[in-house]
């Protein structure tokens, strides 16, 4: 299983960018996917997910900027970023769980980063 990310880059104070997360490979089932970042000396942070069912929920710092959405028939998952802000700034990293057989446990895939950087 791979997730593959794009969309990142340098963006201007108040800017968008909009991230995408494919994942492929022996996918039998995709549970939960999500956004994390992880800011040059700090820790990595659950920035959004958003379940199979389309449930989503935000770290407060974004909450009415960004926006998480997925396209399940593609096992994509997207994060559309308004209103970015220079701590915006980090490396951000797609999770998703899955299963590739329908008999073993769901296990968490990471995506390889992506910058993200904000900046006049």
């Known amino acids: 299983v791979q997730l593959v990310e794009s969309g990142g880059g340098l963006v201007q104070p108040g800017g968008s960018l909009r991230l995408s997360c494919a994942a492929s490979?022996?996918?039998?089932?995709?549970?939960?996917m999500g956004w994390y970042r992880q800011a040059p000396g700090k820790q990595r942070e659950l920035v959004a997910a958003?379940?199979?069912?389309?449930?989503?929920n935000y770290v407060d710092s974004v909450k009415g900027r960004f926006t998480i959405s997925r396209d399940n028939a593609k096992n994509t998952v997207y994060l559309q970023m308004n209103s970015l802000k220079p701590e915006d700034t980090a490396v951000y990293y797609c999770?998703?769980?899955?299963?590739?057989?329908?008999?073993?446990?769901?296990?968490?895939?990471w995506g390889q980063g992506t910058q993200v950087t904000v900046s006049s």
């Open positions: 999770n998703a769980r899955i299963k590739t057989n329908p008999v073993l446990y769901w296990n968490d895939y």
């Open positions: 490979g022996s996918i039998f089932s995709i549970n939960a």
């Open positions: 958003i379940t199979s069912g389309g449930s989503t």
